[in-house]
């Protein structure tokens, strides 16, 4: 039976964090020594630790600490969504402890070809690096809202794995039926097949995350060897009323194996705000399906008094449904698959969904 440790850890104190881990990854039963290993936090763009959109640094620094003090060689590394890995580990407080740590930075800019027969109609996927060059694999989501998957954990974190500019041909393929992208976000895990998955929610966001929700305080921490578990416990813990894609499919194809929890204290997370987030697997033709999410998925709208003009989220829109006009950006909703990156990746909040 799979094992979730979880513990309520209410401020960014390293020592706290570290003396939780080291009791959580010997009940789980991990064991690494002399190891070449590899944190993969959540760096989707680059902001400081509280504004709550990456991994805080000191979650990631007591792992980190963990690792040396058991003589492994650490990196650390992500793609973000469109700045260098470089510029978000420095925006997002990363550099003094990979400094002081000696800690190598992966760009995760290769393009390694990764095939796997899962339950996705694909089977080829590029990744900007190559998870089996690792003994070991931590990843460190954060717990936030996703406005088109509704929550962002341990399973959707390692779709950070996908070679950047891929990113957005995953969400122009798949994106458009939630079911379906959620079998591809778990085919991706299981190729990435991380060793243990540390969940910061310590301080998260809920609302209309991953990038301009409500920044909470949520108290918690959490580990397991197995995501597909740890997303199943946490969307219990905060209370969601139905499953999430992810777990919900993951759950159908018996990846969320039966667990166990050992708690040290338990956060209680009240009025937890889901994104406002419609089941879109409707058993239609895609026609009708297109003409139904047209009408009844929320669209993105600019708020043209935050809005600078940076054409990050026509950059970034794998639909090609952005375009600049000469007073502020607009929407082409015929084209909009509802991917919802524009709201995520725009830097100054001027998206709404
Ligand atoms: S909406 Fe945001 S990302 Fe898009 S142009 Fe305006 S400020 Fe930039
Ligand atoms: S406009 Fe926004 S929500 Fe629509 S496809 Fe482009 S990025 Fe996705």
Not at 71 to 97: H, M, N, Q
Request: glycine content about 6%; aromatic content about 10%; hydrophobic content about 40%.
């Amino acid at each position: 039976m799979e094992k979730i440790v979880a513990g309520e850890i209410e401020r960014y104190e390293k020592e706290r964090i570290k003396t939780f881990l080291e009791k959580g990854l010997n009940d789980i039963g991990l064991t690494f020594h002399n190891k070449r290993v590899l944190i993969k936090p959540n760096l989707l763009s680059g902001h400081p630790p509280e504004k709550a959109i990456t991994t805080h640094p000191l979650v990631v620094c007591a792992i980190a600490e963990i690792l040396k003090d058991n003589l492994c060689e650490v990196f650390i590394g992500d793609s973000p969504g469109y700045e260098s890995t470089e510029k978000v580990l420095k925006k997002a407080g990363f550099l003094e402890i990979i400094q002081s740590l000696n800690i190598k930075i992966s760009r995760f800019d290769k393009k390694i070809v990764k095939r796997r027969d899962g339950i996705s109609p694909y089977k080829e996927f590029t990744f900007g690096e190559d998870p089996s060059s690792f003994d070991l694999i931590f990843n460190v989501p954060k717990l936030k809202t996703h406005v088109m998957m509704g929550l962002t954990l341990g399973v959707k974190n390692t779709f950070g794995f996908i070679h950047a500019f891929d990113k957005a041909r995953w969400h122009l393929k798949a994106g458009k039926d939630r079911e379906l992208f959620a079998k591809v976000l778990i085919d991706i895990h299981n190729i990435v097949a991380p060793h243990i998955t540390v969940l910061d929610g310590i301080i998260g966001m809920d609302g209309d995350g991953p990038s301009n929700g409500r920044v909470r305080t949520f108290g918690i921490l959490c580990i397991s060897k197995n995501a597909f578990a740890l997303d199943h416990f946490i969307e219990k813990m905060i209370n969601v009323p139905f499953l999430l894609p992810v777990t919900k499919v993951a759950e159908r194809f018996s990846l969320v194996n039966e667990y166990e929890t050992v708690i040290y204290g338990y956060p209680k997370i009240e009025d937890f705000i889901l994104p406002n987030i419609i089941n879109t697997d409707w058993n239609l033709p895609s026609s009708i399906k297109t003409l139904l999410r047209n009408l009844f998925i929320k669209k993105p709208k600019l708020k043209k008094d935050k809005c600078k003009k940076c054409s990050i989220c026509k950059n970034v829109c794998p639909a090609s449904a952005i375009y600049l006009s000469e007073e502020h950006i607009e929407f082409d909703y015929k084209k909009c698959i509802r991917c919802y990156c524009c709201q995520e990746m725009c830097p100054n909040n001027a998206i709404k969904i």
